[in-house]
């Protein structure tokens, strides 16, 4: 599997949609403060009170953390996913893989490796940015940096627990266009179903949508989410991760090339 890893790495590393998709991250989050920015400076009354305060208490810390709810961070990662890991089923290689001796089993944990390389180097270069490009627009603003880092750290997490989401999409589908399909259309459909039911419920002590990965990422965009929120995104995110893990390598097995 060593070697089968590092061929996967070259991939990734000569992969220029990977560069493309950071460049239009990048893109997305400068177009986001300058919109701020100028909403900012115009003083409109937009009219939604939680949108209104978000606006006039902007700072470089905020802007950073909310960097993945505003930017369509996730609308990317699923292009990235499907790229990396289709990308030997619609060229018809894959083959050759099994044929040198390889397991489906090495195939596809090499693809999971390569598929959270790629997501941290999305999610640093995109924080990075966003960190930089907000202090300079807003100023870094109240609150503690290592209390950012922590916060990162956790949509970090959640963001490998969507990484590997996708992952299982593409094992399902193996095609470039139909795992695009799929990854922009069943997060908001599960989203949906969650907000649907929550409202059925009408309870204000649970929450289903907190407990997908969407509710988790808003949750956490605050310097003191409160503790309940942490657990959630820690607890919820390792055993997501997990369970998409093991059901990507049960049909990666089933599955016919």
Known sequence: MGNLLKLEMRKLSRQKSLYFCLAIMIFLILLDAIIYKVLMNSKVDIGDLATQLKLYNMSGIFFTLATISNADFFLIMGIIVAIIYCYDFEEQTVKNVFVKGYSRNALYFSKIISILC???????????????????????????????????????????????????????????????????????????????IDAIINSS????????????IINLTSLSPGST????GIVCSVVYMAIFTLLGAIFSKKIEV
């Open 229 to 232: 929120y942490i657990i959630i």
């Open 205 to 216: 002590k649970f929450k289903i949508f907190d407990y997908c990965m969407d509710g988790m």
């Open 118 to 196: 790629a997501t941290l180097i999305i999610f640093v270069g995109s924080f990075l940015f966003s960190f930089i490009i907000g202090t300079i627009f807003f100023g870094v603003g109240e609150g503690s940096i290592l209390t950012m880092l922590g916060m990162i750290g956790l949509q970090l997490l959640v963001s490998f627990a969507y990484s590997l989401f996708f992952t299982l999409i593409c094992v399902l589908c193996r095609k470039f266009v139909r795992s695009i399909i799929m990854t922009i259309v069943t997060p908001l459909v599960l989203t949906l179903v969650a907000n649907l």
